[in-house]
T-cell receptor
Framework: AQTVTQSQPEMSVQEAETVTLSCTYD???????LFWYKQPPSRQMILVIR??????QNATENRFSVNFQKAAKSFSLKISDSQLGDAAMYFCAYRSEVNYGGATNKLIFGTGTLLAVQP | KAGVTQTPRYLIKTRGQQVTLSCSPI?????VSWYQQTPGQGLQFLFEYFSETQRNKGNFPGRFSGRQFSNSRSEMNVSTLELGDSALYLC????????????FGPGTRLTVT
């Protein structure tokens, strides 16, 4: 079974600085998707960025970028020029590519990293 | 375009009661998934529905059930509530089963006393 591990329960960053959130995962599959979701205090989960495992190029979305190391099964999120609005819980998530037996593929989440942004 | 909506947003129930939560997906999305979020267990997958059929189920007891209607709206039901069922229940929709992005609703906060 696949697992996702976020080893940093809490992180803190100064406004305008850069912070990196770590995520590792375990899988025997070769095709899959990885995601970072943000859950602000309002509780609405928002998709921040995604990465297809077959793509070697790291995904980037404005101030958010990932460092995807497939062999190491590592998927970290870098937030540049941190803003107060970035304060939230961040979840790393995994989804299989292949359907087995017709069942769909659920999202498997890590335990989350609570990011605080200091003004 | 409206996002995923969930009703009610907050709910307080007593042990032994049952509860029904509702989720309306984004227009055009045919898949609805449900997740339970608790401080102790984190985010756990409950089930996913597509075309009114359950396509996958997580490791939850039979007290947790769901259904999907022809307009893609979904409901989940929890019978014989236990204190441990207190959680934030999140609904997420995606356009097709082949779509890898899911969009989440704001959740229903269920408190069991």
């Amino acid at each position: 079974a696949q697992t996702v591990t976020q080893s940093q329960p809490e992180m803190s960053v100064q406004e305008a600085e850069t912070v990196t959130l770590s995520c590792t995962y375990d899988t025997s599959e070769s095709d899959y998707y990885l995601f970072w979701y943000k859950q602000p205090p309002s509780r609405q989960m928002i998709l921040v960025i995604r990465q297809e495992a077959y793509k070697q190029q790291n995904a980037t979305e404005n101030r958010f970028s990932v460092n995807f190391q497939k062999a190491a099964k590592s998927f970290s999120l870098k937030i540049s020029d941190s803003q107060l609005g970035d304060a939230a819980m961040y979840f790393c998530a995994y989804r299989s590519e292949v359907n087995y037996g017709g069942a769909t593929n659920k999202l498997i989440f890590g335990t989350g990293t609570l990011l605080a942004v200091q003004p | 375009k409206a996002g995923v909506t969930q009703t009610p947003r907050y709910l307080i129930k007593t042990r032994g009661q049952q509860v029904t939560l509702s989720c309306s997906p984004i227009s055009g999305h045919r898949s609805v998934s449900w997740y339970q979020q608790t401080p102790g267990q984190g985010l756990q997958f409950l089930f996913e529905y597509f075309s009114e059929t359950q396509r996958n189920k997580g490791n939850f007891p039979g007290r947790f059930s769901g259904r999907q209607f022809s307009n893609s709206r979904s409901e989940m039901n929890v019978s014989t509530l236990e204190l441990g069922d207190s959680a934030l229940y999140l609904c997420a929709s995606r356009r097709q089963l082949s779509s890898y992005e899911q969009y989440f609703g704001p959740g229903t906060r269920l408190t069991v006393t």
